[in-house]
């Protein structure tokens, strides 16, 4: 919600700069999302007088204007503007100047004619708003020449955009955040004026009934006003309005928005005209009924919406917005202001349900105070009185069933100190709530809470604590260590191997990165997934932030691939990333909660191949204290390269797949870089895991390495010649490495070269060469006879 900081000086005085009141505001605890500084923007702009006018001699639409900006000399602007005279005085943007929307402004030549920069309108000074601007900004002749434009126009000001959460609806207005900014700075507020005398002898009660059908109207309340005059408002109303958001209209209804963002009581206000009926009924909507609303849409409502009625004519939707058929117009005489009170669950799911979200209904979802609507009644009543827009009937409807009263709280002060770590003293605890208007006694050492209606959240002793605690200040309460039974806390053993994950990721040079669960549907498509995949059967989500976020996710390949993409569009060449989290796999048709994976998704790509990532999940497996797994060729995914992955198995247990990303996903999200990709089981791979490391000596017997080189065919995987090299190695051998797979003029068509460094090692003895040739002619023999391949 944005606050004019002007708006509030009117009920509390503020001696320190809106910046400084955003930061005590949030130490207070009212979150301050940003303090925003109009005409900052406006930059090097200052008033100037045209002392000359003359025709440009190369362009008739333009004109040569001398202007005196306050210095000796004067400077030259050419326009084509037509609607100054010789003598105005008009804002001059000087060379080097910054306008509205970051606009910079230089000198220049048009038609071959200098000029030393440009006069302004409206509209480039970020005053025009909705209107249309033509021609110059011409400022009144007694405006003093040379001064900043911002200065003349009183351009700066500031705004502060508050986050108000839900559990505290009365800080939605004006009045409210006076409220807390007097209580954070220990002044005093004051409340708008509200005290009125109805100038009109009729009786509202004589042209007006209102019946109530549905509970979910807690309180109606409904004045008439008299010979109104529609007119244009006081620029100081449309000025609060305009820094507010909220575009004036006129002053009928620009009072009524004005008492919703100063009392935080949203108003309606309808031609009495257009209640033909004589009586207005509120109850649900019928199935199917249309109605056409303010902004000219018509929307289909059913029984679960609230309406207000003109008999059995629809002529507002509670909560939300009025009809068109009600609205104020320029000629209308007299009006029924509407104030009431609706239940904020039905306005929520209803605002939700027609895509129609008003400044009226976010106020209304949060749970009102419904003893709000009489002061809100009473502040519009003596605006119009005030302002001369309409004589005020005597009189008032006002149908209120269950009234809301305050309630007591009692809280002992020892408690809260030792709740909170603190050493506050109760009369400064009776202070600090006095300020936020919970009026407090003391008795011994129990406070007692006078908790008015508008305070809602307070409800339980600790809510008197945190109300404490704020105001002391939070910045200010003492940091404590927490006390545990034991003297050592020990990790799960998940939460280790998390640990372990983590480390071995980023030691291989990977960034971590975080994505929603939350995804769209659509996804499916740019990863290729074949229509009748069970990955396709997604948990859906009942009140979805909008379709992007409709579904759980049942695969981390398309968040990965949005995260690769984004880092390419932003131009960086490489990036390394990985994700730990969840999947979400339906169990008995949705009937049951599903089932949640944990996987490790990581993505690379720039400058790397499928080796780079078969070597991280290799370093991965080491982490976890996995020795022995095994890849075979993956064909069958349609997110990867048919020819480029291999799914990850340990002991016939499947864990994943890696390898390079299909070429049309990689389209599909403007990716031209061949990326590469492991998504794995998380929970297969902890199974298969042990943190334990056994300790070796260093050996004392030597080593004895031999090369092989064997030739076979292409299609012959890697890992099947290692796998025969690990079986028939037996007990010496130490390490195999490959060092070079040669294809050339060399080696026949549809060959290959795959060259091994053996190492062989006996931590018993020192090997000899007919040991080791014996293992080693094995491994040959096998080689031949499985592989079909013969030494090179």
């Not at 000087?94 to 030549?109: E, M, R, Y």
């Not at 004589?391 to 002992?412: A, C, F, R, W």
């Not at 759980?552 to 984004?566: C, G, K, Q």
Request: hydrophobic share 35%; net charge negative.
């Amino acid at each position: 919600m944005k606050v004019p900081v002007k708006w509030l000086e009117d009920y509390v005085d503020i001696d320190i700069s809106p910046e400084e009141l955003g930061d005590r505001l949030t130490l207070s605890g009212s979150k301050v999302e940003e303090v925003i500084t109009t005409g900052d923007e406006i930059q090097n702009v200052v008033t100037g007088k045209i002392n000359k006018i003359e025709r440009h001699p190369d362009a008739d639409k333009l004109v040569i204007c001398q202007v005196d900006i306050g210095k000796e000399e004067e400077i030259q602007i050419v326009t084509a503007a037509t609607n100054m005279k010789e003598q105005d005085i008009v804002p001059v943007a000087l060379h080097g100047s910054t306008l509205h929307g970051g606009l910079k402004i230089k000198k220049g030549k048009l038609r071959g004619v200098l000029s030393n920069g440009m006069f302004c309108s409206e509209e480039e000074l970020g005053l025009a708003g909705d209107k249309e601007v033509i021609g110059l900004m011409i400022l009144p002749q007694d405006t003093v020449i040379g001064e900043d434009i911002k200065k003349v126009l009183n351009m700066e000001s500031s705004i502060i955009d508050f986050e108000i959460t839900s559990n505290r609806p009365d800080c939605l207005s004006v009045v409210g955040i006076a409220r807390e900014t007097a209580a954070t700075l220990n002044k005093k507020y004051t409340m708008p004026k509200t005290k009125f005398t109805p100038s009109s002898n009729e009786k509202i009660e004589d042209i007006l009934k209102v019946e109530i059908k549905d509970d979910l109207c807690r309180r109606y309340m409904a004045r008439g006003v008299k010979n109104v005059k529609i007119q244009k408002s006081p620029s100081w109303i449309e000025d609060r309005l305009l820094e507010a958001g909220v575009r004036p209209i006129n002053n009928i209804v620009d009072i009524t928005n004005f008492v919703m963002l100063e009392m935080g009581q949203p108003m309606h206000a309808f031609d009495v005209r257009e209640i033909t009926t004589g009586n207005i009924v509120v109850e649900r909507a019928k199935k199917g009924e249309k109605f056409t609303t303010l902004d000219e849409s018509e929307r289909e409502l059913d029984e679960n919406i609230l309406n207000i009625k003109d008999g059995d004519r629809t002529i507002a939707i509670a909560g939300i917005m009025g009809g068109l058929n009600s609205e104020v117009k320029e000629d209308t005489a007299d009006v029924i202001l509407e104030c009431a009170n609706f239940d904020g669950t039905n306005v929520r799911v209803s605002s939700q349900k027609l895509s129609l979200r008003t400044e009226a209904s976010s106020r209304f979802e949060k749970d009102l105070d419904p003893n709000l609507v009489q002061e809100a009644m009473d502040r519009a009543c003596f605006l119009i009185e005030e302002l001369g827009a309409g004589e005020v009937m005597s009189g008032t409807i006002d149908l209120y069933k269950n009234k809301l009263q305050p309630h007591t709280l009692k809280v002992s002060s020892s408690w809260v100190n030792k709740f909170l770590g603190t050493d506050i003293s109760k009369e400064d605890m009776k202070e600090y709530l006095d300020r936020l208007d919970l009026s407090t006694s003391i008795e011994e050492d129990t406070l007692n809470i006078n908790v008015p209606t508008f305070r809602c959240d307070m409800n339980i002793k600790e809510d008197v604590a945190e109300e404490i605690a704020r105001i002391y200040g939070y910045n200010n309460v003492p940091i404590t260590n927490m006390k545990s039974v034991t003297e050592k806390s020990a990790k799960s053993e998940k939460q280790r191997l998390d640990d372990k994950l983590v480390e071995g990721l980023i030691s291989s040079g990977l960034n971590q990165s975080i994505s929603y669960s939350f995804t769209s549907p659509k996804v499916f498509d740019k990863i290729l997934l074949k229509e009748n995949s069970y990955l396709r059967n997604t948990v859906k989500i009942k009140n979805p932030l909008g379709e992007d976020f409709s579904v759980m996710r049942t695969t981390t390949v398309p968040s990965m691939m949005e995260s690769l993409a984004r880092n390419y569009s932003r131009n960086n060449s490489e990036a390394s990333l990985f994700e730990i989290g969840k999947v979400y796999i339906p169990k008995n048709n949705g009937e049951d909660l599903p089932e949640e994976r944990n996987i490790v998704n990581i993505g690379i790509y720039g400058g790397v191949d499928y080796y780079n990532l078969k070597g991280i999940v290799e370093n991965l497996m080491e982490t976890l204290g996995i020795e022995t797994f095994k890849l075979k060729r993956e064909t069958e995914n349609p997110s990867f390269h048919p020819g480029r992955a291999a799914a990850l198995y340990i002991k016939k247990e499947l864990v994943g797949i890696l390898g390079e990303i299909h070429p049309d996903v990689q389209e599909n999200y403007g990716i031209k870089e061949r990326c590469y990709m492991a998504e794995l089981n998380l929970d297969v791979l902890y199974k298969h895991s042990s943190l334990i490391k056994m300790y070796e000596p260093l050996p004392k017997f030597p080593a004895v390495t031999r090369d092989l080189a064997v030739i076979l065919d292409d299609e012959i995987l890697v890992q099947d010649i290692e796998n025969i090299i690990k079986n028939k190695g037996g007990k010496i051998l130490e390490e195999i490495k490959l060092f070079d797979v040669y294809r050339g003029k060399q080696i026949p068509e549809g060959k290959k070269s795959v060259a091994y460094s053996i190492v062989y090692r006996d931590n018993k003895k020192t090997l000899r060469d007919e040991e080791v040739n014996k293992v080693h002619n094995k491994i040959i023999r096998t080689l031949e006879n499985n592989l079909g391949a013969h030494l090179r």
